[in-house]
């Protein structure tokens, strides 16, 4: 249990960690979101879509269909934050309420299938990594002063876990619990392949990049 709690937000931590010593996004960050990307694919694959169609759920696709469609909806107020681009105005000092709730919503709807399965846990905490870092360094090249830096990413850090929480100790929704999970695994379906073509320049796969995408598949299947 507190695993899963710790493990989401300690990733949080790692990702801002990592942004105070680099000060930029070097090329090793877009491999790392290749990997997450291909892991989590792999992680929805070989396991999230087998359990989902095997529950008896009726309406697996409508949820999945409509994860994918709310994802596409976050992205529009995100810039694209969930797959590692972010568009925002750096001059503001106003806190960036819209990507800070897109982001939250990802993040807490991300928390549910975590209850249930340590292979989504760790597709989650190696997504959110890269993903930290780059919202990191966004938050500290822009304008907001530190406490709104540090308490963006402690609130959007707290999400996840929240959202394991309600998936775990809510009854209520434990009768939902199979279209829930496939909504979430839309979402994770629209960002794992967004991540895989947009981490790449022009949408063109080099050598490494793409050895990086196999290993990402690859720990994904054996995990």
Same mark, same amino acid.
């Given at each position: ?7 989401? *937000? ?5 990702? &801002? ?13 877009? &491999? ?6 291909? /892991? ?34 976050? $992205? ?17 000092? $106003? *806190?960036?309420?819209?990507? /800070? ?18 292979? =989504?846990?760790?597709? =989650? ?12 360094? *966004? ?29 775990? &100790? =809510? ?7 199979? /279209? ?16 895989? *073509?947009?981490?790449?320049? $022009? ?17 994904? &299947?054996?995990?």
């Amino acid at each position: 249990m507190t695993v899963l709690i710790l493990l989401p *937000f300690l990733a949080i931590i790692l990702g &801002y960690g990592a942004a105070r010593v680099l000060q930029r996004v070097s090329p090793g960050v877009n &491999y790392l979101l290749a990997f997450s990307g291909a /892991f989590l694919l792999a992680i929805i694959f070989f396991e999230l879509l087998p359990e989902l169609f095997a529950s008896g759920e009726p309406h697996i696709g409508t949820a999945l269909m409509l994860g994918m469609l709310l994802q596409i909806a976050l $992205d529009y107020f995100s810039k694209g934050a969930e797959h590692g681009h972010i568009h925002q105005d750096k001059s503001t000092q $106003d *806190f960036p309420l819209a990507l /800070f709730l897109s982001l939250s919503i990802h993040a807490l709807i991300e928390g549910f299938p975590v209850a249930h399965s340590d292979h =989504v846990l760790w597709g =989650v905490v190696i997504h959110k990594i890269p993903i930290a870092l780059i919202l990191s360094l *966004f938050l500290i090249q822009s304008n907001l002063s530190t406490g709104k830096q540090l308490s963006f990413l402690l609130l959007f850090g707290l999400m996840t876990p929240l959202g394991t929480l309600l998936a775990l &100790y =809510v009854p209520e929704l434990s009768p939902h619990k199979a /279209f829930i999970n496939a909504l979430a695994v839309g979402v994770f379906l629209h960002v794992a392949t967004t991540i895989l *073509f947009e981490s790449s320049k $022009d949408h063109q796969f080099n050598r490494i990049k793409l050895l990086v995408i196999l290993s990402g598949a690859l720990a994904g &299947y054996l995990i």
